[in-house]
T-cell receptor
Framework: GAGVSQSPSNKVTEKGKDVELRCDPISGHTALYWYRQRLGQGLEFLIYFQGNSAPDKSGLPSDRFSAERTGESVSTLTIQRTQQEDSAVYLC???????????FGPGTRLLVL | GESVGLHLPTLSVQEGDNSIINCAYSNSASDYFIWYKQESGKGPQFIIDIRSNMDKRQGQRVTVLLNKTVKHLSLQIAATQPGDSAVYFCAERAGGSYIPTFGRGTSLIVHP
């Protein structure tokens, strides 16, 4: 079946603008994760969804970051008033259950000018 | 705090050689370990995993070895091919936790 998809694949924005990043998980996967990956670095956990609820938001770096998930499917990560340090690849992953293997999407490359 | 790290940031091998990528972890509560491959411009791709009740697991051309005594994990790739060139991440997860901790990654370069 189809894997995890993310859109847009690339996003260039100006400092101070808001951006929305979208993730479509694998159908039937109840768990969904957002990570941030800076150049040459490992993955930084942002937020985890089980169904439509987010039991763990501990990784969100500031209140400018928020995420939601609807219909136990699509998730949107929103960054308000973007800063240059927000430039990174934002990766989404999904898994059948919270302790199952995570499968990643291709990521959204965000560049804040 | 607890961390996962890699010994070598870059590994260069010749096509056909065997590759070994190493990873150290420090969380003694970790009981599940995963290796991911990330090609340029793509998301991480699951390769193989191993649970702490095992010390070796084999896949297609890949073997993961786990040494719990020294908290060391390795990924062995047999007959390395140019298509294996990528960054390889190890990740560990403590029992009951749903968030794995990722290392920085090792860049594998395969020369034809």
């Amino acid at each position: 079946g189809a894997g995890v998809s993310q859109s847009p694949s690339n996003k260039v924005t100006e400092k101070g603008k808001d951006v929305e990043l979208r993730c479509d998980p694998i159908s039937g996967h109840t768990a969904l994760y957002w990570y941030r990956q800076r150049l040459g670095q490992g993955l930084e956990f942002l937020i985890y969804f089980q169904g439509n609820s987010a039991p763990d938001k501990s990784g969100l770096p500031s209140d400018r970051f928020s995420a939601e998930r609807t219909g136990e499917s699509v998730s949107t990560l929103t960054i308000q008033r973007t800063q240059q340090e927000d430039s990174a690849v934002y990766l989404c992953a999904s898994s059948q259950g919270s302790l199952e293997t995570q499968y990643f999407g291709p990521g959204t490359r965000l560049l804040v000018l | 705090g607890e961390s996962v790290g890699l010994h070598l940031p870059t590994l260069s091998v010749q096509e056909g050689d065997n590759s070994i990528i190493n990873c150290a972890y420090s969380n003694s509560a970790s009981d599940y370990f995963i290796w991911y491959k990330q090609e340029s411009g793509k998301g991480p791709q699951f390769i193989i995993d191993i649970r702490s009740n095992m010390d070796k697991r084999q896949g297609q051309r890949v073997t993961v070895l786990l040494n719990k005594t020294v908290k060391h994990l390795s990924l062995q790739i047999a007959a390395t091919q140019p298509g294996d060139s990528a960054v390889y991440f190890c990740a560990e997860r403590a029992g009951g936790s749903y968030i794995p901790t990722f290392g920085r990654g090792t860049s594998l370069i395969v020369h034809p």
